[in-house]
Structure formats: structure tokens, C-alpha cells
């Protein structure tokens, strides 16, 4: 589906949307009836969804030639991800977090090298040296940093990636990736494929 969006957002605005549901997701599961699970699902989705349609949509022109194998576009200041397929019919707008300060930023052109659903995680040389009580190695699952899907830069060490700790969502919160909702890069890996370009402004 493509999401025709508001032209504009303050950052108040869409951070405050970004905190409501964030706490929703992060909130403690409750036994539920099957009845009322649903309810709770689709309560979230149309929260996702509104929060979504708060960013202010871009155009793929400026930013790329063309969007041969598709282009995926990464605007560190409004903490937001844009996909356009190939031929243009699928345009996708999704929250993220991106990297805690300005020196684990990096800007620039890159591409999608390698998908892997269910990703390990160990962390970076520098990483490690900041904090060094981390593991050396998380296996997949609802420990692991990378959440349930990660797609690979053709930079070292970065990645588009899932995450389950959904507060991170909207902020600067990372060691350098981009972060996703777990549903969110679930999609997006179904998109995109080796050789997507990638813009990271």
C-alpha cells in the first residue's frame, strides 16, 4: 500500500507518538482470551499505523538517479526509514532508531549485501571496549540485539536491523545501526533484496 502522509511534523509531535507506542508495546502481556488478543493486536496496529502516518513523506528524487533494485532512504534527523521498490509502485514509511551521538553516525552511500532472518549478534571491537561485561555472543532470539531480522551493509559493522526492546524506537539509541519495529523489518526484509541501495542522511 502506498501511504499518502502529512507534508509535516513537529518533532514534539512525532516523538511524543513515538513514546505512546513504544510503552504499548513494551507493556507486560496479560493472559488473554483468544477474543481479546485480537482486540489488543488490532488496537496496536491502527496505533503503528497512525504513528506512521505522522512523519512527513519524502520523494525518492532528490536523494537517488534511479531506484533500480530498489532504494531505501534513512533520514537521521526525523528517525525515519523510506523504501520504494524498483519500479515505484510501493512506497513504505517506517519509524526507526538511530545512533546515539554524531561520531557512530555514518552518512553516505551504501547497499544491502546479505539478509539473514534470525540473526547472531556479537558486538565490535570498539563496542566491546566501551563495555566490556557484554557478551562475546548472542545466538537468535529474544535476547539479541539485532531482533528477528538484520540486512547487512556493504559497511562494516552497520546494519538495518529489528529490535525487541521497542523503546528504542524514535530516539538515539544505538551503537551505530538502524533499528526497526520487529514487524516493521520483518516487511521490509521481504522488499528489499541483495543489491537495494541504501542513503543514509
Known sequence: MVH????????????????????????????????????????????????????????WRPYFSNTKNGVVLVDISSRALHYWSEDQSVY?????????????TRK??????RKVEGPSWSPTPSMKKRN???????????????????????????????????RKIGRRSSNGCIGLYNQHISELFGLTKVGTQVLII
Open 4 to 59: 499518502r502522509l502529512p507534508k509535516s511534523l513537529s518533532r514534539r509531535s512525532f516523538l511524543g507518538s513515538t513514546a505512546a507506542v513504544a510503552s504499548l508495546l513494551a507493556a507486560p502481556a496479560l493472559a488473554q482470551t483468544g477474543d481479546e488478543t485480537t482486540e489488543i493486536e488490532a488496537d496496536l496496529t491502527e496505533r503503528v499505523r497512525r504513528n506512521i502516518s505522522s512523519f512527513r513523506s519524502l520523494d
Open 92 to 104: 513504505k514509511l517506517f519509524p526507526s532508531s538511530v545512533p546515539l551521538t554524531a561520531d557512530l
Open 108 to 113: 553516505g552511500r551504501t547497499s544491502i549485501i
Open 132 to 166: 566490556p561485561e557484554w557478551p562475546d555472543y548472542v545466538g537468535p532470539g529474544p535476547d539479541n540485539p539485532l531482533g528477528t531480522h538484520a540486512l547487512y551493509l556493504s559497511w562494516t559493522y552497520y546494519r538495518i536491523h529489528g529490535t525487541h526492546d521497542t
